[in-house]
């Protein structure tokens, strides 16, 4: 006779439970990571910055997606953005990081609250849509804006004060390492509280069923408009730390590409878990340099099949992997049992 | 002055023919099996670079759309019988991404083959040249378009609303479950409509492919703009998807004539202002009609 115990229920809500269990050791491990590799990455410290900057990236999207469930290919407005407010901030007013990043961050959560304003009140598809057609807009304006932007040049001549007035961002980018570190480690600790907030549980809520939080009295639109912002704002400070750590802004970060591939790097880390962002950009990120050694598209053809695979075969991403394994070796094993 | 208005309605009419012709199969396969595809225009892609293979090493332009039609056809098929099948259980976010992968792949393929260059198809010479219509010379080509498209949105039409498929496929869209109790084979009339629809991309790819030139980068750029017609004219419904592309040709190669710079913001912040006022788009379908 067995009873059924919640206990014996397949783990629903994946990731938050997990991730809420995470020892301390957990905890240090990525960061612990990312300290050392500062003292031993030599030559392959700035793309370590940029690996620091696509997590961050991710986690908004993290934020946004995983947590609120808005299905959106838009992020790429909001890192775009905050890349060109940055880059033009630092041209044509101050060349002081500090200020420049706060202004980015400012003008994207601006942005991004007026656009979420307009937009969050449809779902699915036309929201989609929605998203796509405010990224659309954006990248024409910036690549035919050629005075303002530089077109499809990109936007030159980024002059970056030395940071606090003391740190110079250097070639070997020791400065800008540590700068996306401190931004990276500020935005995760806020993200940490902000999920396991009564906050983020109404998110949780939200995600899974709108219709049910409303009628228990939650404000869906302005919780949604809430998170869509700081998601708005944080993937504005990844693209400021872009701009200011390579003093370059490409037209390729309002590109509906750069939005495909921050999906991607959360997917394939493991959505719901903000340490997910962490594995999957960095996988990502490893990955596209190898390929790209192979051949300049096989990168693209890579991470293409890690999507199709991941989709498929890998629901909670690579940080699932070790249940995924465990719940294999178990099937093998109890079907050894009956023999 | 009129004869300018009507060349503009021409261009956008031949325009939005291309458009039709692409998305009439995503139409479909959104409205009935609710699958966001953002691969389908890599579907329209893989047929204008076959047609463009084959007329370029000499084959007849003709037999080359039909073999890029059925090349495309094949391929979306094989993709949903593999891949996309399992997503209709899945949510949104898992239909993207999935698609999204697909586009990457192909993508990748495409360059490593043909280069990352514009790719042309060799069109017969009288489709090059302009032919008299009266008021002014106007391209054959563009002629032959609204011709093709007039003639592929009447058989679909003819096909839907006549065929015994039509009427399966109606009622699938208003409930798979009772057309699955009462003994239709969902699935393979899935497959059915999967093929059929990719390969109308496949086709439209070849065919347009004077409007929408081909390169790698085709199958991102552009089906943004498939997606537009699918929605702006309401998932699943037919007639919408044909006005809305229609439409968007109209508005896209007006804003071209008057106001080039700004064509581009004028397309998407009309679709923008469009789906804020009617989110389930123009023609929300009853039914697929």
């Given at each position: 006779?067995?009873t059924?115990?919640?206990?014996?229920?397949p783990a629903?809500?994946?990731g938050?439970?997990?991730?809420g269990q995470l020892s301390?050791?957990g905890?240090?491990l990525?960061?612990?990571?990312a300290?050392?590799f500062?003292?031993?990455?030599?030559?392959y410290?700035?793309?370590?910055?940029?690996?620091?900057?696509?997590?961050?990236?991710?986690l908004?999207l993290?934020?946004?997606l995983?947590?609120?469930?808005?299905v959106?290919?838009?992020?790429?407005?909001?890192?775009?953005?905050g890349a060109?407010?940055a880059?033009?901030?630092?041209?044509?007013?101050s060349?002081?990081?500090?200020?420049?990043?706060?202004?980015a961050?400012?003008?994207?959560?601006l942005?991004?609250f007026?656009t979420?304003a307009l937009?969050?009140?449809?779902?699915?598809v036309?929201f989609?849509?929605?998203?796509?057609?405010?990224v659309?807009?954006?990248?024409?304006?910036?690549?035919?804006?050629?005075?303002?932007?530089?077109?499809?040049?990109?936007?030159?001549?980024?002059n970056v004060?030395p940071?606090?007035g003391?740190f110079?961002f250097?070639?070997?980018?020791q400065?800008a390492?540590v700068?996306?570190l401190?931004?990276?480690?500020?935005?995760?600790?806020f993200?940490?509280?902000?999920?396991?907030?009564?906050f983020?549980?109404?998110?949780?809520?939200?995600?899974?069923?709108p219709?049910?939080?409303?009628?228990?009295g939650t404000?869906?639109?302005r919780?949604?408009?809430a998170i869509?912002?700081?998601?708005?704002?944080?993937?504005?400070?990844?693209?400021a730390?872009?701009?200011?750590?390579?003093?370059f802004?490409g037209?390729?970060?309002?590109?509906?590409?750069?939005?495909?591939?921050?999906?991607?790097?959360?997917i394939l880390g493991?959505?719901?878990?903000?340490?997910?962002?962490?594995?999957?950009a960095?996988i990502?990120?490893?990955?596209?340099?190898?390929?790209?050694?192979?051949?300049p598209?096989?990168w693209?053809?890579?991470v293409?099949?890690?999507?199709?695979?991941?989709?498929?075969?890998?629901?909670?991403?690579l940080?699932?992997?070790?249940?995924?394994?465990?719940?294999?070796?178990?099937r093998?094993r109890?079907?050894?049992?009956?023999? | 002055?009129?004869s300018f208005?009507l060349?503009?309605?021409?261009?956008g009419i031949?325009?939005g023919?291309?458009l039709?012709i692409?998305s009439?199969?995503?139409?479909?396969?959104?409205g009935l099996?609710?699958?966001?595809?953002?691969?389908?225009?890599?579907?329209?892609?893989?047929g204008g670079?076959v047609?463009?293979?084959?007329?370029?090493?000499?084959f007849?332009?003709?037999l080359?759309?039909?073999l890029?039609?059925?090349?495309?056809?094949?391929?979306?098929?094989?993709?949903?019988?593999t891949?996309?099948?399992?997503?209709?259980?899945k949510?949104?976010?898992?239909?993207?991404?999935?698609?999204?992968?697909i586009v990457f792949?192909?993508?990748a393929?495409?360059t490593?083959?043909?280069?990352?260059?514009?790719?042309r198809v060799?069109?017969?010479?009288?489709?090059?040249?302009?032919?008299d219509?009266?008021?002014?010379?106007y391209?054959?080509?563009?002629?032959?378009?609204i011709?093709?498209?007039?003639l592929?949105a009447?058989?679909?039409?003819?096909?839907?609303?006549?065929s015994?498929?039509?009427?399966?496929?109606?009622?699938?869209?208003?409930?798979a479950g009772?057309?699955?109790a009462?003994?239709?084979?969902?699935n393979?009339?899935?497959?059915?409509?999967?093929?059929?629809?990719?390969?109308f991309?496949?086709?439209?790819?070849?065919?347009g492919?004077?409007?929408?030139?081909?390169e790698p980068?085709?199958?991102?750029?552009?089906?943004?703009?498939?997606?537009?017609?699918?929605?702006?004219?309401g998932?699943?419904?037919f007639?919408?998807?044909?006005?809305?592309a229609m439409?968007l040709?109209?508005?896209?190669?007006?804003?071209k004539?008057f106001v080039?710079a700004?064509?581009?913001?004028?397309?998407?912040g009309?679709v923008?202002?469009l789906?804020?006022?009617?989110?389930?788009?123009i023609?929300?379908?009853?039914?697929?009609?």
């Amino acid at each position: 006779m067995t009873t059924l115990t919640p206990k014996s229920l397949p783990a629903s809500g994946l990731g938050t439970m997990a991730a809420g269990q995470l020892s301390f050791v957990g905890h240090a491990l990525p960061w612990a990571i990312a300290v050392v590799f500062f003292f031993v990455a030599g030559g392959y410290l700035s793309f370590g910055t940029q690996v620091l900057i696509w997590i961050l990236f991710a986690l908004s999207l993290d934020l946004a997606l995983g947590y609120a469930g808005i299905v959106t290919l838009g992020q790429a407005a909001f890192f775009g953005l905050g890349a060109y407010a940055a880059g033009l901030f630092a041209i044509h007013a101050s060349s002081d990081p500090v200020v420049g990043h706060l202004v980015a961050v400012g003008v994207t959560a601006l942005f991004g609250f007026v656009t979420g304003a307009l937009i969050l009140h449809t779902t699915g598809v036309t929201f989609l849509m929605l998203t796509l057609a405010i990224v659309s807009i954006m990248f024409e304006y910036a690549n035919q804006a050629t005075k303002l932007t530089g077109g499809d040049d990109g936007l030159q001549g980024i002059n970056v004060a030395p940071l606090l007035g003391v740190f110079e961002f250097s070639i070997f980018g020791q400065t800008a390492y540590v700068y996306a570190l401190v931004v990276l480690f500020f935005w995760f600790v806020f993200s940490w509280r902000v999920v396991n907030s009564p906050f983020g549980r109404s998110l949780d809520g939200i995600r899974q069923k709108p219709a049910r939080m409303r009628a228990i009295g939650t404000p869906v639109w302005r919780r949604l408009l809430a998170i869509y912002t700081l998601s708005a704002a944080m993937a504005g400070s990844a693209g400021a730390l872009s701009a200011h750590s390579t003093s370059f802004v490409g037209l390729s970060v309002l590109s509906l590409v750069t939005s495909g591939v921050v999906a991607v790097i959360l997917i394939l880390g493991g959505i719901r878990r903000l340490y997910g962002a962490f594995v999957g950009a960095t996988i990502y990120l490893l990955v596209q340099d190898w390929s790209a050694k192979v051949s300049p598209y096989f990168w693209e053809f890579i991470v293409g099949l890690m999507l199709i695979a991941t989709v498929l075969f890998l629901e909670g991403g690579l940080m699932d992997l070790g249940r995924v394994g465990r719940n294999f070796l178990n099937r093998i094993r109890n079907r050894a049992d009956v023999k | 002055m009129l004869s300018f208005a009507l060349t503009i309605l021409l261009d956008g009419i031949s325009y939005g023919m291309v458009l039709f012709i692409i998305s009439v199969g995503l139409t479909v396969t959104m409205g009935l099996m609710r699958v966001i595809n953002l691969a389908h225009g890599a579907f329209a892609m893989i047929g204008g670079y076959v047609a463009g293979y084959l007329t370029q090493h000499g084959f007849e332009f003709y037999l080359a759309l039909v073999l890029a039609t059925l090349v495309s056809g094949f391929l979306g098929g094989l993709c949903e019988m593999t891949v996309i099948r399992p997503l209709y259980r899945k949510g949104e976010l898992a239909q993207v991404l999935l698609t999204i992968g697909i586009v990457f792949v192909v993508t990748a393929l495409i360059t490593e083959i043909f280069g990352a260059f514009p790719y042309r198809v060799e069109f017969p010479t009288y489709l090059t040249q302009p032919v008299d219509i009266g008021f002014r010379t106007y391209p054959a080509y563009r002629l032959f378009l609204i011709l093709v498209g007039g003639l592929i949105a009447l058989i679909l039409w003819l096909l839907i609303e006549g065929s015994l498929y039509g009427a399966k496929l109606r009622a699938a869209v208003d409930n798979a479950g009772m057309a699955r109790a009462v003994g239709m084979n969902v699935n393979l009339l899935f497959t059915a409509t999967f093929i059929i629809g990719t390969a109308f991309a496949g086709l439209g790819g070849a065919i347009g492919s004077g409007i929408l030139s081909l390169e790698p980068s085709y199958a991102l750029k552009y089906v943004v703009l498939f997606l537009v017609v699918v929605i702006v004219g309401g998932e699943g419904s037919f007639k919408g998807s044909f006005v809305a592309a229609m439409a968007l040709g109209i508005i896209d190669t007006t804003g071209k004539y008057f106001v080039a710079a700004a064509a581009p913001y004028l397309l998407y912040g009309a679709v923008f202002v469009l789906l804020l006022w009617r989110p389930q788009g123009i023609l929300p379908p009853k039914s697929l009609a």
